[in-house]
């Protein structure tokens, strides 16, 4: 049985990949510096442990064939796209990269999968909301739009650098918003359909919530699912990326919202603020991995906004409950 490593799976996307490779048959150690918080993830072994301290990256390597590396310092636009957060964005994640990189090689792990982002393309490409240019030979000249950014694409060329002279196997995939159930829907560092989901579901038919900007920004979200299956592919390919992995279908934070209210059944007024944004327009472009994987994600929006919704609805019925049972005390 084939050892793996998942790093950050105490997060959304780390969570998700235990399970799917668990179901796949792969003995699974899992490592992060928090449990998970909505559902534990079932490996065969979970590290707790933070991978910036070079004695768990040891012990977190010892004896794995497959590494996936999804630990990184990280959030919504309400985290990264502030500037406060920006020196530990950029020691936190280099520093768990470095580490995993070079004990990983030492240790003997034949491959490394490197989840990169689609903020690593250039922010003047990102300009016009409708037409966005996001393809994998746009990133350079570099200007990515965020420190957050800046350090991924440090990475890439980080994990290359070790293909090149070390030998060592690497896949990198740059991500497109990916969302779904089990992730962060409150406190500051969820991202965009979550936080959209949470809003409406906290607010009543006819109500207002808050949209940062003018909601026109355009993006694409891809379902947690298909994010997977395209890691996988990725890693049982001859193919080392960079390659996008994101859905093509592009909406406003304005359509967006409005698919949410349709999935909730109620009709609530957007009223837009000043707020951090990120890009102007962002979409994957899967012009690269049809052709390199034969495959593309295909499923439509809706679908996974109707799964997440439902989710984050449910947790916040339960957080209402629970207060109230408190306020009843």
């Not at 796949?24 to 490592?31: D, I, K, L, M, Y």
């Not at 920006?86 to 520093?95: E, I, L």
């Not at 070079?102 to 003997?108: H, L, M, S, Y």
């Not at 990916?178 to 560092?189: A, E, S």
Request: aromatic content about 8%; overall charge negative; hydrophobic content about 40%.
């Amino acid at each position: 049985m084939k050892k793996v490593l998942v790093c950050g799976a105490g997060g959304f996307i780390g969570g998700h990949l235990v399970k799917r490779l668990k179901e796949e048959g792969f003995w699974v150690r899992a490592v992060d510096i928090k449990n998970h918080e909505y559902a534990a993830p079932p490996a065969d072994q979970f590290i707790l442990g933070d991978l910036r301290n070079p004695e768990v990256a040891k012990q977190a390597v010892e004896g794995i064939e497959d590494m996936y590396q999804l630990a990184a310092d990280m959030g919504g636009a309400g985290y990264i796209f502030t500037g406060d957060h920006d020196a530990a964005v950029m020691h936190n994640s280099a520093s768990i990269n470095l580490n995993m990189l070079d004990f990983g090689a030492k240790a003997g792990v034949k491959r490394f999968f490197y989840s990169s982002s689609a903020c690593i393309y250039p922010a003047h490409n990102q300009t016009d909301p409708d037409n966005p240019k996001c393809s994998e030979d746009s990133a350079y000249p570099a200007a990515p739009d965020s420190e957050y950014g800046w350090e991924k694409l440090f990475s890439e060329r980080l994990y290359l650098a070790y293909m090149r002279n070390l030998g060592v196997q690497v896949r990198i995939a740059r991500f497109h918003n990916i969302f779904g159930p089990l992730g962060t829907w409150q406190g500051g560092r969820e991202k965009a359909p979550a936080a959209l989901c949470r809003k409406i579901a906290e607010t009543p038919d006819g109500g207002e919530i808050e949209i940062w900007g003018d909601g026109i920004q355009t993006r694409s979200f891809l379902y947690v699912d298909e994010c997977l299956e395209g890691v996988r592919r990725l890693l049982e390919s001859d193919f080392t990326g960079p390659v996008n992995i994101g859905s093509e279908e592009m909406v406003s934070i304005n359509q967006l919202a409005g698919m949410i209210m349709e999935i909730a059944g109620k009709k609530v007024n957007l009223r837009h603020i000043p707020g951090p944004l990120g890009v102007r327009g962002r979409n994957s472009d899967n012009k690269m991995i049809r052709e390199r994987l034969g495959w593309a994600p295909s499923r439509p929006l809706l679908e996974g906004l109707e799964k997440t919704y439902t989710w984050i609805a449910e947790q916040v019925a339960e957080q209402v409950a629970e207060h109230a049972a408190v306020a009843s005390r």
